[in-house]
């Protein structure tokens, strides 16, 4: 007996590609390919073939960066959004989070990233050139930052904050404090000395 | 806003693919697709060629109905395997499990799954058919049955056992008691009930 144990050459080959993706282990990987040839061949050739007209065609709204199905992605096509307030994220997951909450009515611009020198990426690899170009415009009033409250998330805000500073822009973040339905006894010091200090008049919550 | 905050359709059709997979949900589904757009195209190209390929060529074995490349899969192709000696079991894992033992030196007979009314699954869904054939044929000397200890496992079991009687074959089923490792407290009264009817002399566990 090989150390291979797969029957088949073709199968060892499939699972190794789902083997790829993060999160998914070689067990898993065999469970879902095993699964997809549980199923109909057409199941199976829907499936890859989704996956390979996806990667072939999707395409990134030449203004923000986010993913689109046409060179400009329907949010900033949208006449009712107020491209004068930009907010800047991280990801398209983040677009899609901050869309869910229905409160912002500006457009997005999709970084990439976040400065990050231990994963090797540095400002060039991130779309920070074409938002200076925005700002520089004197289109843009007022830029959100919405990136990760971590130390690479910090570090790109202040790498943008001093870049912008020269413009006549105002550049504000998201707040950060308890989250609702927490619990102070179980927030972290960091987060709750914070939310002492920006402190808000009670109005302004009601 | 639509209720879909998927930025694209072509995004969105690849999620839902992912999501039909067990076990995947709509996060993880993005997480993955996302994943494969961050990739070159080309591996991406070659995840769903790969699985395209698979789903197309893939083969199972004539004879022990396991996942094959050829007609004949290569446990039966072996000379070397006892082929008077057949490993009932349900599926290609299991085949799989039991080779990385590499304490078993017959062929296999892959089921397909077990009797299970609830499911839908009856006699006529396995491989039964061919696997009586076999046994017919008067070539086969020991049928050992290694299912699952469900209740389906055990009616499948006593359904082939009722099959088999009148052929001059000898069935076994695989030892059942406390695995390896496991503590007395903790083992169910069921196995350890059986594993004390069951006693081995001494000398066989050296």
Redesign the interface.
Same mark, same amino acid.
């Given at each position: 007996?090989t150390t291979s #144990?797969?029957?088949?050459?073709?199968?060892e080959?499939?699972v190794n $590609?789902?083997a =790829?993706?993060?999160?998914?282990g070689k067990k898993?990987a065999?469970?879902? @390919?095993?699964?997809?040839?549980r199923q109909e =061949?057409e199941?199976?050739? =829907?499936?890859?073939?989704?996956?390979?007209?996806?990667?072939? $065609?999707?395409m990134y709204c030449k203004s923000c960066h986010?993913?689109?199905?046409s060179e400009t992605?329907?949010?900033c096509a949208d006449a009712n959004r107020d491209n004068t307030l930009i907010c800047v994220v991280e #990801?398209?997951?983040d @677009?899609?989070a901050i $869309? #869910?909450t229905?409160q912002f009515t500006g457009i997005y611009h999709v970084l990439g990233g976040v400065i990050s020198p231990m994963d090797g990426i540095g400002p060039d690899d991130l779309t920070i050139g074409p938002l200076l170009e925005k700002i520089k415009s004197g289109d843009v009033k007022e830029v959100i930052f919405a990136l990760s409250t971590t130390m690479e998330g910090d570090t790109t805000n202040f790498y943008l904050y001093k870049k912008f500073e020269k413009y006549n822009v105002a550049t504000t973040t998201i707040a950060r404090g308890v989250s609702i339905g927490d619990e102070l006894e179980y927030t972290d010091e960091v987060t709750l000395g914070r939310s002492l200090i920006n402190r808000l008049p009670f109005e302004k919550t009601l």
């Open positions: 007996m #144990s797969y029957p088949s050459k073709l199968l080959s499939a $590609e789902f =790829k993706l993060p999160g998914i898993t065999l469970r879902l @390919v095993l699964h997809l040839l =061949k199941m199976a050739f =829907k499936f890859a073939d989704t996956i390979h007209h996806m990667r072939q $065609e999707i986010n993913i689109s199905d992605c329907h949010i #990801s398209i997951r @677009v899609m $869309e #869910s229905q």
